[in-house]
């Protein structure tokens, strides 16, 4: 089968769509397919970051369009770069040959256009793998009013994709409700969660061996830890508060690893309030990204009250693949809450509940090893049987690709590791 994925980022970028959809574009290979991809040649975080217009990697063809860099400092010049690369895209496509299926992500929004367009003229069936509901979530958070020019254009478009494409995936059932709302058939639409970027070690390692806390020299204490995107979707001012709640406590550490907007909001924080225990860390390779994250005490998951629903916030599978205790921020009804009820040693408050945040810190201290085994051996049986990367791949070859088990020519290989993590 001749499959084409669009997505404004793709492998060697480092964001999660880039990476989720590099992996699934490596199974589909392993699977038999011819796969090309078309995506931009800018880094997605560092504009100034320019790749090869074209290359072969693992099998998959990748072709890039170029756009404007201008960044993400500013929400106009964001919404230029992304225009530029939609025009761009548009453009590249019209020369671009019949593919039997296209699998559009949803960066940036009108990509899922672009991909029902090229099926209506080209043929083939065109799939929508939504990794957030857009333009929703900009309505949401104020960056567009939804009643504005393009607020209504941008509407009319995304209920136009859903309506006419041949497969909707969703990433849980209040995206799916979305989903509905803006025109997709329940009969064409999938519920396929992430998967995370490592599978689970058998064993946790011990603190003592962690290379990961010998190198940030960090020791035997406590650490708290944030990874991934900082989004503006996602507000952190519950943890930093908590963080400045406990700052006389030496033997705690509080970790914001990554990049994004908000990065700069905990970088004035810590500036402003002179706080020692928080400690901001880049991204870490992937191929050291399970022993990082094993060697933390906790992992925080924060979900935006505006945005739930409307994204999804796949870190949490990262973390419950660790085995290490999960403290989320954020609202009650939502994907996150659904996941951690079936799980050991999690925590939740709402947005603005410093008191919690401090209460479940504390807890987590206190935890025995043997508390923390028996914790970490529930949680990752939890992940395999229902959030593996084979797992998530299975359910998509029999719902989108129409493919039995028994029809596919071998399992799904192991994750690549040779970029980072989002």
Same mark, same amino acid.
């Given at each position: 089968?001749?499959?084409?994925?669009?997505?404004?980022?793709?492998?060697?970028?480092?964001?999660?769509?880039?990476?989720?959809?590099?992996?699934?574009?490596?199974?589909?290979?392993?699977?038999?397919?011819?796969?090309?991809?078309?995506?931009?040649?800018?880094?997605?975080?560092?504009?100034?970051?320019?790749?090869?217009? /074209?290359?072969?990697?693992?099998?998959?063809?990748?072709?890039?369009?170029?756009?404007?860099?201008?960044?993400? /400092?500013?929400?106009?010049?964001?919404?230029?770069?992304?225009?530029?690369?939609?025009?761009?895209?548009?453009?590249?496509?019209?020369?671009?040959?019949?593919?039997?299926?296209?699998?559009?992500?949803?960066?940036?929004?009108?990509?899922?256009?672009?991909?029902?367009?090229?099926?209506?003229?080209?043929?083939?069936?065109?799939? /929508?793998?939504?990794?957030?509901?857009?333009?929703?979530?900009?309505?949401?958070?104020?960056?567009?009013?939804?009643?504005?020019?393009?607020?209504?254009?941008?509407?009319?478009?995304?209920?136009?994709?859903?309506?006419?494409?041949?497969?909707?995936?969703?990433?849980?059932?209040?995206?799916?409700?979305?989903?509905?709302?803006?025109?997709?058939?329940?009969?064409?639409?999938?519920?396929?969660?992430?998967?995370?970027?490592?599978?689970?070690?058998?064993?946790?390692?011990?603190?003592?061996?962690?290379?990961?806390?010998?190198?940030?020299?960090?020791?035997?204490?406590?650490?708290?830890?944030?990874?991934?995107?900082?989004?503006?979707?996602?507000?952190?001012?519950?943890?930093?508060?908590?963080?400045?709640?406990?700052?006389?406590?030496?033997?705690?550490?509080?970790?914001?690893?990554?990049?994004?907007?908000?990065?700069?909001?905990?970088?004035?924080?810590?500036?402003?309030?002179?706080?020692?225990?928080?400690?901001?860390?880049?991204?870490?390779?992937?191929?050291?990204?399970?022993?990082?994250?094993?060697?933390?005490?906790?992992?925080?998951?924060?979900?935006?009250?505006?945005?739930?629903?409307?994204?999804?916030?796949?870190?949490?599978?990262?973390?419950?693949?660790?085995?290490?205790?999960?403290?989320?921020?954020?609202?009650?009804?939502?994907?996150?809450?659904?996941?951690?009820?079936?799980?050991?040693?999690?925590?939740?408050?709402?947005?603005?509940?410093?008191?919690?945040?401090?209460?479940?810190?504390?807890?987590?201290?206190?935890?025995?090893?043997?508390?923390?085994?028996?914790?970490?051996?529930?949680?990752?049986?939890?992940?395999?049987?229902?959030?593996?990367?084979?797992?998530?791949?299975?359910?998509?070859?029999?719902?989108?690709?129409?493919?039995?088990?028994?029809?596919?020519?071998?399992?799904?290989?192991?994750?690549?590791?040779?970029?980072? /993590?989002?």
């Amino acid at each position: 089968m001749k499959i084409l994925l669009l997505n404004q980022t793709f492998y060697p970028d480092t964001v999660a769509t880039a990476q989720q959809l590099t992996d699934l574009a490596e199974y589909l290979v392993e699977q038999g397919n011819d796969v090309s991809v078309l995506a931009g040649r800018r880094g997605y975080e560092n504009r100034d970051k320019i790749f090869s217009s /074209q290359e072969t990697y693992r099998g998959i063809k990748i072709y890039r369009v170029s756009s404007t860099g201008f960044g993400k /400092q500013r929400f106009a010049l964001r919404i230029f770069d992304a225009l530029t690369f939609d025009i761009m895209l548009g453009l590249r496509l019209l020369f671009f040959p019949r593919q039997d299926m296209v699998i559009s992500f949803t960066s940036p929004p009108l990509v899922g256009l672009f991909g029902i367009l090229f099926s209506f003229f080209k043929g083939g069936r065109a799939v /929508q793998w939504l990794m957030d509901i857009n333009p929703e979530a900009a309505f949401a958070v104020g960056y567009i009013k939804k009643k504005s020019l393009i607020g209504r254009i941008l509407n009319a478009a995304f209920n136009f994709t859903l309506k006419f494409s041949s497969h909707v995936v969703v990433l849980d059932r209040w995206m799916k409700k979305v989903a509905l709302q803006h025109g997709a058939k329940e009969e064409r639409i999938s519920v396929i969660h992430p998967w995370s970027l490592f599978e689970p070690t058998p064993e946790l390692p011990s603190f003592a061996d962690s290379f990961f806390r010998k190198t940030n020299q960090f020791g035997e204490k406590t650490l708290i830890l944030y990874s991934g995107n900082h989004s503006v979707v996602h507000p952190l001012y519950t943890l930093l508060d908590a963080a400045k709640r406990m700052k006389d406590d030496p033997s705690l550490v509080f970790i914001f690893a990554g990049g994004g907007l908000r990065s700069l909001e905990v970088k004035a924080f810590k500036e402003k309030e002179g706080l020692e225990n928080i400690v901001q860390l880049p991204l870490v390779p992937r191929g050291y990204l399970a022993e990082a994250l094993v060697s933390v005490n906790a992992h925080v998951v924060v979900m935006g009250d505006a945005v739930n629903g409307l994204v999804h916030t796949s870190k949490v599978y990262g973390a419950l693949a660790t085995g290490r205790p999960i403290l989320y921020l954020g609202p009650e009804k939502s994907h996150v809450c659904d996941l951690l009820k079936e799980c050991s040693q999690t925590y939740h408050a709402e947005h603005g509940d410093v008191e919690s945040v401090v209460s479940a810190i504390k807890k987590i201290k206190k935890l025995t090893a043997e508390e923390r085994e028996r914790a970490a051996k529930e949680n990752k049986r939890f992940y395999k049987e229902k959030f593996s990367a084979k797992k998530c791949f299975s359910v998509f070859s029999e719902e989108v690709l129409k493919v039995r088990p028994e029809d596919e020519m071998k399992e799904p290989r192991e994750l690549s590791e040779t970029y980072v /993590q989002p």
